[in-house]
């Protein structure tokens, strides 16, 4: 059987960062809840035809790409004048953890890996999801990346978590689903970073461009 050439070597690897959404947990929630919730939510708020209320969420939606309003439930309750937190909560029981991603985790805390989450979803969203996964207890801290007023498409982030949790980019990993995260890690110095592509058996896989990459857990599995 050959080797992944993509399994990290885990000896040379003290703090791995973890995205959540797509990285830990499937996609498709958010996917869901963001191209036909919110739409029909809003179409009946304001008494629109539902392709027409589609059309004005996913302008609006793509207007924010790369920026924290992207990811930020406050920003959209304004905006669009729903309570998307309760909308979120309601939907809740949705939230799916990958295969074999409980596993990795307590295989990374055998291991005593300082094991960080850094995700760019709102605090509310995170609190919502980490009730219903219970993978709170394998990570030694949990960042939102509304803590900073930054994304994690901005490089100066991850200087700012390093204020807060050290960390040696020279034995830390990044493992995300968004490649322009783990391009701005990667220019900060971070020496690993390796894409998730399996976001959801929903969902297109993500093309990892020319970073190292997996699609199930177990490819990576110390």
């Not at 791995?16 to 959404?21: K, N, S």
């Not at 609190?127 to 900073?148: C, G, N, Q, V």
């Not at 890690?185 to 990459?213: M, W």
Request: aromatic share 12%.
């Amino acid at each position: 059987m050959q080797a992944n050439p993509n399994k990290p070597d885990w000896k040379k690897i003290q703090t791995v960062l973890l995205d959540m959404d797509g990285t830990l947990l499937d996609l498709h929630f958010d996917w869901h809840f963001w191209m036909e919730v919110i739409p029909q939510a809003y179409a009946d708020k304001n008494l629109l035809e539902l392709e027409e209320a589609k059309q004005f969420i996913h302008a609006k939606i793509h207007s924010q790409v790369g920026t924290l309003n992207w990811y930020c439930l406050d920003y959209w309750s304004e905006a669009l004048d729903l309570p998307i937190a309760e909308l979120k909560r309601e939907l809740r029981h949705q939230i799916k953890v990958h295969p074999e991603v409980t596993d990795f985790l307590q295989a990374l805390r055998e291991l005593n890996k300082t094991v960080i989450m850094v995700t760019n979803a709102h605090r509310d969203s995170l609190a919502i999801k980490l009730e219903m996964t219970e993978i709170a207890p394998y990570f030694d801290h949990l960042f939102s990346a509304h803590d900073f007023g930054l994304p994690k498409e901005d490089i100066r982030i991850w200087d700012e978590i390093q204020k807060r949790v050290y960390f040696a980019p020279q034995t830390t990993m990044l493992i995300d689903d968004n490649l322009k995260a783990l391009q701005t890690a990667q220019q900060f110095g971070i020496a690993y970073p390796l894409c998730a592509t399996f976001v959801s058996p929903k969902l297109e896989r993500i093309d990892p461009k020319n970073f190292a990459h997996f699609s199930q857990y177990s490819e990576i599995m110390p």
